[in-house]
């Protein structure tokens, strides 16, 4: 069986977790591909909230198999943090979560380097959630990280020593020292409770699973245009966060990939530092932040808001193959008389054109938009497609004809009971 790849088409917070956790029932396996305690993911049902950070979202189905792959990076802490209050509202995942021995982990040192780093970097700071993150995939890539795998070793504290000693050894390139011996004892807690999981090579495992015919969805963090090469560099992420970033996050070969799930709102929004052609800073960009609730379910950060970015979801939905477009948060436009969509974006030149440029131009770029009329109706109240009022269908039909893409799924509530599947 296939490998179907769900990632985010923005700039993160589309709803992915949302939208795993409907498609999970028909899966054997969801499996996280990369990204680590700066994701938030968050389930609605049975009108209490879940907020998942590394944990895999098909964690509320017992049938399912939840992967943590080789290309996330792990807090110890925050995932003992998170199971427990996992446990705490009786969710048995024992049995059914599986960590990569080759994950990345994350120490109390990189995230005190994160926080230097950020500060360092003064009026051009990136929007860093300082969770560690970068400085994680640096070690990595340098070649001096540690692996999950590394905490069965018994010289596991002697290669954290050495760690944190080179990061004491960069954290006085800016004249300063590493306060981390509170976080320590946390820390070597939430080791030791990592060591009595399921850690295992997952590639393996994953691999074994298609041979027996299982169904596997793989599940991406933050957004398309946050992916270390393709997107606003250098307000980036530090990982591959398109659907290419599933087979080296995995262990899976490109020829298992089958159908790619591009998720969006039905409107923009971007957390932290970078540029944002159709961001709204005026009272309609409030309406829609206190629409939709915008605030980051990681860092708590008001979400920068916009109307929809067609030129950069053209882009995103070519560097992944996108096979279905599930539009999230419908809803949240339910009292505007006009919706805007922006199809083109004009040049210092006077020229126009309908495709992403180069990051570091998207400043001086002007959106060239079209109005549509809105719907004004509840569509929290709808349950079928065939309720949609014929604005929101002419919205949706807009879409597909300019980004030549079916729109399969349009969300119209933050419960797991309202999404609609055309």
Same mark, same amino acid.
């Given at each position: 069986m296939p490998v179907d790849v769900l990632i985010g088409l923005q700039w993160g917070d589309e709803g992915k977790g949302k939208i795993v956790d409907v498609l999970a029932p028909t899966y054997d396996v969801v499996a996280?591909?990369?990204?680590g305690p700066n994701a938030g993911h968050t389930l609605t049902f049975d009108g209490i909230k879940h907020v998942l950070h590394q944990v895999p979202s098909g964690i509320f189905h017992p049938h399912i198999l939840n992967v943590v792959g080789n290309g996330v990076v792990l807090d110890p802490v925050v995932f003992r943090q998170e199971l427990q209050k996992l446990t705490d509202r009786g969710v048995d995942w024992a049995q059914n979560l599986y960590i990569s021995k080759k994950a990345q982990l994350i120490l109390p040192s990189h995230?005190? *380097?994160? %926080?230097?780093?950020?500060?360092?970097?003064?009026?051009?700071?990136? /929007? +860093?959630? $300082?969770?560690?993150?970068?400085?994680?995939?640096?070690?990595?890539?340098g070649r001096t990280g540690l692996r999950v795998g590394h905490v069965l070793?018994?010289?596991?504290?002697?290669?954290?020593?050495?760690?944190v000693a080179q990061h004491a050894a960069t954290a006085g390139h800016y004249h300063?020292?590493?306060d981390i011996a509170a976080?320590?004892?946390?820390?070597?807690?939430?080791?030791?409770?990592?060591?009595?999981l399921q850690?295992?090579?997952?590639?393996?495992?994953?691999?074994? *699973?298609? %041979?027996?015919?299982?169904r596997i969805l793989a599940e991406?963090?933050? /957004? +398309?245009? $946050?992916?270390?090469?393709?997107g606003t560099y250098p307000y980036v992420t530090s990982s591959?966060?398109?659907?290419?970033?599933?087979?080296?996050?995995?262990?899976?070969?490109?020829?298992?990939?089958?159908?790619?799930?591009?998720?969006?709102?039905?409107?923009?929004t971007r957390v932290g530092s970078g540029p944002f052609p159709t961001e709204l800073t005026d009272a309609v960009g409030e309406q829609i932040r206190q629409a939709g609730r915008e605030f980051g379910s990681t860092t708590g950060r008001p979400r920068r808001t916009g109307w929809i970015d067609l030129p950069a979801l053209r882009y995103a939905i070519m560097l992944n193959g996108v096979t279905e477009l599930h539009l999230m948060k419908a809803d949240v436009l339910d009292g505007f008389a006009e919706i805007k969509a922006c199809t083109h974006y004009r040049l210092p030149t006077g020229a126009t054109t309908p495709h992403l440029p180069d990051p570091g131009q998207l400043q001086d770029v002007v959106p060239e938009y079209v109005t549509l009329p809105g719907w004004h109706s509840d569509l929290t109240q709808l349950s079928a497609a065939a309720d949609f009022p014929a604005p929101l269908q002419a919205y949706l039909a807009f879409l597909e004809t300019e980004l030549q893409v079916p729109v399969r799924i349009v969300s119209v509530g933050p419960d797991r009971v309202s999404t609609i599947l055309r």
């Open positions: 996280r591909f990369q990204g995230r005190a *380097l994160d %926080r230097l780093h950020e500060e360092a970097r003064g009026s051009t700071k990136i /929007g +860093s959630t $300082l969770k560690g993150i970068g400085p994680t995939y640096q070690d990595k890539i070793l018994p010289d596991f504290e002697e290669r954290y020593r050495e760690a300063r020292t590493l976080e320590e004892a946390e820390f070597f807690v939430a080791v030791g409770f990592l060591r009595t850690l295992t090579d997952t590639e393996f495992l994953l691999n074994d *699973l298609l %041979r027996q015919g299982k991406g963090a933050q /957004g +398309s245009l $946050l992916d270390i090469d393709f591959s966060t398109i659907a290419a970033g599933a087979c080296t996050g995995l262990g899976i070969a490109p020829r298992h990939i089958d159908k790619v799930y591009g998720i969006t709102k039905a409107y923009c």
